[in-house]
């Protein structure tokens, strides 16, 4: 019990730690130390041999049904992209019966993560004015040859990127609130802790101008309320809650004011708040996205468009529903912003009932059963992350999908029990699978970062190209090895065949502005001058900030009569 102690908690902190800054190198690693923690914890013998099923492993299965059946009538360009999700879903499912099977489990988890949490959100505060402060890189990249995890004083103070990604930060800092306010109301932390912590907290949160943050402070409200006519022994956290939100509130306020002094000291804040970029957020960026993936589940409402797929859809639909927020500087949307939409648009009616009884199910259980202090942080947690994915993409993240997992857990549904005859080894085989999953998906990362790191130096080579497409074979990362293939290989027409198929199967996944424009050429390279230009001037119209760079692409291959009509688009006002 003790390892899987140490491990659970280690859960709620060291994922989320890796998420400095906003590059994926960060993410990457996150990703496979949340799957290697959820292989440790499923390593733990089990204490019973009556077992009963939750509405949770009932839900990722009919997750599993829907990718499987998406995938078979739909047939996606990338395979691995399906295979992961399915084994990710695998992962949630063993995972959620094995916890929900743990006697006491409410009991017995809920104070370790609210324990991590807590820790967690004090380093991420720590991480927070490391980074602001200009002194300190932590997480930012590889530099001078330092490795990625290698803190190292930055002397001239030059900025190292962004602060952090913002709704991922505060999602993770309002959880580390509530359960700075479950281990308070438990006795397990001072009143001057308390104090202190809730302050700097509030203060990361309101600096990281996140809009979401502002709906995750109305939630806490409501909980607050339902606690007040339901709760069971829940009077002082709920009045630390209110405390806490309450200084939440007050930098929320205070957040514009105080930017406008902090941005003169510290280099890497940018002036804004929260309650400035509220309206932006909705109207201007994600409302086109809802649009175009509703529209996408209309046009496939059985088995959806196959899992990855929208960004593809997306794109298509561009022309009917047109972008109208900031710069897009690097690739287009590859996530509608909604996980429902999300789910219906790429695995159909099957996806979005699944993920909507799971849904239903937590909250009724939450509700019938006793809502005492542990319901109450389980509540709150599951809500941020709820609201969060209504938003944004938390839970295609490990990090965040493997804590939801075990929180989601914990609430008592039986829905059918059995006993178990399966031999004590037999449960060891999947967890063991993971482990190793794990270390070789770490390998395969270390690779793909060296490679980028290679790619970004602009040191190409003919080994470096050859050494991308080796690692295209390699299924966890075959879709950026691929981008990097086709973003290394030259314009002409040589080798156009090969081109011209990478080309065409990364459009039918995630079409980068970059890579739309290369197919372009390859497609005029085949006597097919018309469809070409026609390819430009339709991503030119939805996102004319790309034309800099495609006219800076362009100037190597522009005396070639084949490309003739793009160089006429290209020299076009946008």
Not at 476 to 488: C, H, K, R
Request: aromatic share 16%; hydrophobic share 50%.
């Amino acid at each position: 019990m003790k390892c899987f102690s140490r491990t659970l908690y280690l859960v709620a902190v060291l994922p989320f730690i890796s998420l400095y800054p906003y590059r994926p190198y960060g993410t990457w690693i996150a990703e496979i130390v949340a799957l290697f923690l959820a292989g440790l914890l499923l390593m733990k013998k089990g204490e019973e041999r009556k077992l009963h099923i939750g509405p949770i492993p009932v839900m990722f299965l009919g997750l599993v049904f829907a990718v499987v059946l998406s995938k078979i009538i739909n047939n996606p360009s990338y395979d691995s992209i399906g295979l992961i999700s399915i084994y990710f879903l695998l992962v949630g499912a063993a995972l959620s019966h094995h916890v929900y099977n743990i006697s006491g489990c409410k009991e017995k988890i809920i104070p370790l993560i609210a324990r991590g949490m807590f820790f967690g959100g004090l380093l991420q505060f720590v991480f927070c004015v490391a980074k602001i402060s200009g002194f300190f890189t932590i997480y930012s990249q590889w530099v001078d040859g330092l490795p990625l995890w290698v803190p190292h004083i930055n002397v001239n103070r030059t900025p190292n990127g962004f602060m952090f990604q913002r709704n991922q930060f505060a999602d993770y800092l309002f959880m580390s609130g509530a359960a700075t306010c479950y281990l308070y109301a438990q006795a397990e932390i001072k009143k001057i802790t308390f104090i202190g912590t809730i302050i700097a907290i509030g203060l990361a949160i309101s600096l990281s101008m996140s809009r979401t943050a502002l709906l995750y402070i109305a939630m806490g409200f409501a909980v607050v309320a339902l606690l007040h006519f339901k709760g069971d022994n829940t009077k002082k956290f709920s009045k630390a809650f209110l405390w806490f939100l309450a200084c939440c509130i007050v930098f929320q306020v205070l957040s514009p004011y105080l930017n406008k002094i902090m941005v003169e000291y510290f280099p890497l804040l940018t002036e804004g708040s929260g309650l400035k970029r509220l309206g932006a957020g909705v109207n201007d960026t994600r409302w086109p996205e809802w649009q175009k993936a509703w529209h996408t589940f209309l046009a496939n409402p059985w088995f959806g468009t196959g899992v990855g797929t929208y960004a593809a859809a997306s794109y298509q639909l561009g022309a009917q529903f047109p972008y109208k927020g900031g710069e897009i500087v690097y690739q287009l949307f590859a996530h509608c912003h909604n996980i429902f939409l999300q789910l219906l648009a790429e695995t159909g009616i099957l996806g979005g009932i699944s993920l909507l009884f799971g849904t239903i199910a937590v909250v009724y259980g939450i509700i019938k059963n006793k809502l005492d202090i542990h319901a109450a942080f389980v509540l709150i947690a599951l809500s941020t992350m709820f609201i969060h994915s209504q938003l944004e993409y938390p839970l295609w993240y490990a990090s965040f999908f493997i804590l939801f997992t075990i929180l989601a857990s914990t609430v008592k549904l039986d829905l059918y029990s059995y006993t178990s005859t399966a031999r004590p080894g037999v449960k060891y085989i999947f967890p063991v699978f993971i482990l190793v999953a794990s270390i070789y998906g770490l390998y395969s990362v270390v690779k793909l970062i060296d490679l980028n790191n290679r790619y970004e130096s602009g040191a190409y080579s003919e080994a470096l190209v050859k050494e991308s497409v080796s690692l295209g074979g390699d299924l966890l990362v075959e879709d950026m090895a691929d981008f990097y293939t086709l973003a290394m290989l030259s314009l002409d027409d040589r080798n156009l065949d090969y081109k011209l198929y990478l080309s065409s199967k990364i459009l039918k996944f995630r079409p980068h502005a970059e890579m739309i424009f290369r197919h372009a050429i390859f497609i005029s390279y085949k006597n097919r001058p018309d469809e070409g230009a026609a390819i430009v001037k339709n991503i030119l119209d939805q996102y004319p900030q790309f034309i800099g760079s495609f006219r800076e692409s362009f100037a190597s291959v522009q005396d070639d009569p084949r490309l003739d009509k793009i160089k006429t688009v290209l020299q076009h006002k946008y």
